[in-house]
């Protein structure tokens, strides 16, 4: 699902064989936070299997976590969705969400989505499930916006004041790595965690962690990290490059060591460059393997 690069055009035919270019959209966060809430509206009216469907793009990918010390996978997620049966209407229960914060790239083409859901019963509204969902969204050829990654973390409590939608602020300038970096440069440096990790964080980086309240800056997503875990290594599984090279999402596994114990499990980055072109973390999202 590449799409053309900012200067791209659509062309469209009109009678007679005349073509006129049509301009790349011009106001693609706006359109993607109102396919995302058009997304948890569906879910509402028809459920879970047949609006994700609908929602996710053909080449949409989903994680599998491994059972514990076991590394996590990535496979087609339309597949999964498509075997599950359909659910009984009216719905017995609901997954609720709304979008809170997220970024698109420069050209339109490609941008992320966070904030919270909740599980509850259509009938006596019991709340029996909430967290945070992360979700990356891709513009498509004819100009509609589709889910590419869904994912989400338990929280211990509701996730409140998760509204009205405000777009993220763009990183801070940093003076780790340099312009010319790929974004699998950017990576590798980060690939033990430590220090290198730390300055590439941007200033309101936002990190979810599972059954953790989302945490926001640098500050509170070091305090986290140093207090969690004593070492980790990053491996990259996969990752998509916005056409205009400023905005990128990463997939990948970690191996973690604690004072409790050894850890395996998945996490997602989202990568922007700065104003000086250097890339810096605006979000992750980490999850333990399977138990």
Known sequence: MKLAG???????????????????????????????????????????????????????????????????????????LAVRPLQSLPLQAQLLWEPFTGQVSSDGSMGWLTGGYAALSSTSRDLFGQGAYFSVWKRQPNGTWRVWLDEGIALPDVWRDASPFRAAPDPDAGKTGSASDTVAIAEARVAAGGDAWISSLGADVRLHREGVMPLVGREAAVAWARAAWHAVRYDVLQSAVAPSDDLAVVIGDYHATSSAAAETGSWVRVWKRDVTGRWRIVFETSHPGSA
């Open 6 to 80: 900012v200067a791209a055009l659509i062309v469209i035919v009109l009678p007679g064989g005349a073509r006129r270019p049509q301009a790349e959209d011009p106001a693609p966060i706006q359109r993607m936070v109102a396919t995302e809430r058009a997304f948890a509206a569906a879910a509402h009216e028809i459920g879970v299997r047949d609006s994700f469907l609908t929602f996710f793009a053909d080449d949409a990918v989903a994680i599998v976590r491994g059972a514990a010390g076991q590394p996590p996978s990535i496979v087609p997620a339309k597949a999964q």
